[in-house]
């Protein structure tokens, strides 16, 4: 079992940013980042490999968001700039044996932060 926790979340007006950080438990894994709004499906935030070197981020965040790691800290980053209200959902680290845009195919989840963008 890989134990994820995500932080950074918050209250914040359209246009600001915030930095999301998901620390994994006694591993490095290839990770990444997922949403999901009141009645809404968990759809693809971001995604990374395990060495940093595969990166992909969906095209309603593309230029605004950015995912990032730190394997000393065995720490996954996703910085969110120009923060939008349709942004506004629960966001969920996610652990899978590849890099995936595919919420199916991630094995361990974190408990999610919320993430409320004003206008």
């Known amino acids: 079992q890989v134990h994820l926790v995500e932080s950074g979340g918050g209250l914040v007006q359209a246009g600001n940013s915030l930095r999301l950080s998901c620390a994994a438990s006694?591993?490095?894994?290839?990770m990444g980042w997922f949403r999901q709004g009141p009645g809404e499906e968990r759809e693809f935030v971001a995604a990374?490999?395990?060495?940093?070197?595969?990166?992909h981020h969906a095209d309603s965040v593309k230029g605004r968001f950015t995912i990032s790691r730190d394997n000393a800290k065995n720490t996954v980053y996703l910085q969110m700039n120009s923060l939008k209200p349709e942004d506004t959902a629960v966001y969920y680290c996610?652990?899978?044996?590849?890099?995936?845009?595919?919420?199916?195919?991630?094995?361990?989840w974190g408990q999610g932060t919320q993430v409320t963008v004003s206008s």
């Open positions: 996610g652990v899978a044996y590849g890099v995936t845009q595919n919420a199916d195919e991630v094995k361990y």
């Open positions: 006694g591993g490095t894994y290839d």
């Open positions: 990374i490999s395990w060495s940093g070197n595969k990166i």
